[in-house]
């Protein structure tokens, strides 16, 4: 499962990356840079609002789960061993 974590993503990357588009716009429209920029950073919120995304605190909170689950699984074995190894002693 491929999980983007949305709080992980830095506000300022997105600003970067539409101050990047918009610098790579010709000199003829660079009076429209301003908004360019912000159509450019709409555009790029918009389509990560499109992702299937979890927020940090949901991905910590299943990653928590996944140990505790895994710790009483690893628990369970070893109790289902010993009373293998008793019922099979008796």
Same mark, same amino acid.
């Given at each position: #499962?491929?999980?983007?974590?949305? $709080? #992980?993503? /830095? +506000?300022? %990357?997105?600003?970067?990356?539409?101050? =990047?588009?918009?610098?790579?716009? +010709?000199?003829?429209?660079?009076?429209?840079?301003? /908004?360019?920029?912000?159509?450019? $950073?709409?555009?790029?919120?918009?389509?990560?609002?499109?992702?299937?995304?979890?927020?940090?605190?949901?991905? /910590?909170?299943?990653?928590?789960? %996944?140990? $505790?689950?895994?710790?009483? %699984?690893? =628990?369970?074995?070893?109790?289902?061993?010993?009373?293998?190894?008793?019922?099979?002693? /008796?």
């Amino acid at each position: #499962m491929l999980a983007i974590v949305w $709080r #992980m993503i /830095d +506000p300022k %990357l997105i600003d970067e990356l539409s101050e =990047h588009l918009s610098a790579s716009i +010709p000199s003829g429209f660079r009076t429209l840079q301003d /908004d360019i920029s912000k159509n450019f $950073r709409a555009s790029l919120e918009a389509g990560l609002a499109k992702l299937d995304l979890v927020t940090r605190e949901e991905f /910590d909170v299943q990653s928590a789960v %996944l140990a $505790r689950t895994r710790e009483k %699984l690893t =628990h369970l074995e070893q109790q289902l061993k010993a009373l293998e190894s008793r019922l099979n002693s /008796d």
